[in-house]
């Protein structure tokens, strides 16, 4: 099978480049898209990309796969290669550190700024803080997210203004929060989101929602996030 | 925290969403209006000049004329801050997307009553 690699060394590159790989699939098998990787840099130590648990869960090898971004550790082949051709590319509109190595440092901001823990000033219970099973329900769909950058860099509005624009990740993890009935910053929370900016970049495209390897709707809980703005303000 | 600015409509990001949603229902119902005169009314000038001789029909087409104003104040103003990212260049785009749209209100008002 013909893969098809963005590389880049800023040491010796001086412009990243595509580059072609043969690489032999065993027969009758349909890899996942890491185990071509690892293919590749059996034969080219020096091909670069994140990978940890290679099991859909720790969310390293998110990546642009025949145009589209994914897990390459849970993407069969034959799902993304056309015409027996696998492209891979890093996740777009983040810099590339080397090969199909990002920097995260904007995405990780953006996750930073929606506050994404528990506030609560009330003195702690002996126990725990109880959630009833409804109001545990609330976070079903929100508290899966693993932190891969797919939504957020398959995101126009977030290419454009990645310093301003929190992106659907981020913003899922907002809405996870504010929809915790154990968290007590909710005016605070939504006073922080509301500027033209953070939330109201989203156009509704709904790319983060066709990409998320967990199956999550950023879309919809950026929706929940604007009723809240708008019970507020009206 | 938030990242506001000086030069869009609202004051805030839900300000500026409520405008462009309440102008796009307000010139949704102008298009059907005017559609509806189209398919209904023989259109010569005298129909034409007696749908614009009324009262309502002027506050109607100045509403319709404000909302396509704010409509593409918080549509060109959003364009120009994902696109043009030097300030000047810019500032001198929503100054010129301003001007253009107080010029259209100013004499959509003289048109319309005839100043």
């Given amino acids: 099978m013909l893969v ?179 968290d007590t910053a909710q005016a605070e929370r939504l006073a922080n989101l509301d500027d033209p900016f953070s939330v109201f970049r989203c156009r509704g495209i709904m790319n983060c929602v066709s990409v998320c390897p967990k199956g999550l709707n950023p879309t919809k809980a950026i929706g929940h996030i604007r009723n809240l703005l708008l019970q507020r303000a009206t | 925290m938030g990242m506001n600015s000086v030069t869009n409509l609202g004051r805030n990001g839900i300000q500026d969403w409520i405008i462009q949603r309440a102008t796009a229902y307000v010139l949704a119902l102008y298009t059907l209006f005017l559609l509806g005169f189209f398919v209904t009314t023989d259109v010569d000038y005298q129909s034409w000049n007696a749908l614009f001789a009324q009262g309502w029909f002027k506050v109607f087409s100045l509403l319709a004329l404000l909302s396509i104003a704010g409509h593409a104040w918080v549509g060109l103003w959003t364009v120009s801050t994902d696109y043009i990212k030097s300030a000047m260049p810019r500032f001198l785009f929503q100054a010129a997307c301003v001007l253009v749209m107080f010029v259209y209100v100013v004499w959509g008002i003289q048109i319309l009553w005839g100043l």
Wanted: aromatic share 8%; glycine share 6%.
């Fill in chain 1, 4 to 182: 098809s690699l963005y590389r880049y060394n800023p040491e010796s590159d001086n412009a990243p480049y595509m580059q072609d790989v043969e690489v032999e699939i065993p027969a009758g098998k349909d890899l996942m898209v890491l185990d071509v990787l690892n293919l590749v840099k059996e034969k080219d130590p020096s091909m670069s990309y994140r990978r940890s648990c290679r099991e859909g869960v720790c969310g390293s090898d998110g990546m642009n796969m025949n145009g589209k971004n994914g897990l390459a550790c849970i993407t069969p082949v034959s799902e993304v290669a056309k015409g027996n051709k696998l492209v891979l590319r890093p996740l777009p509109g983040l810099p590339v550190i080397r090969d199909l190595v990002v920097d995260m440092g904007l995405f990780y901001k953006q996750y930073e700024k929606v506050m994404p823990y528990l506030v609560n000033d009330n003195p702690a219970p002996a126990i725990e803080r109880l959630q009833s099973p409804e109001d545990r329900e609330k976070l079903d769909g929100l508290y899966e997210c693993i932190l891969c950058a797919c939504c957020s860099t398959a995101c126009p509005s977030f290419w454009w203004n990645p310093d301003k624009f929190i992106g659907p990740s981020g913003l899922l993890q907002a809405y996870r929060f504010l929809a915790d009935s154990r």
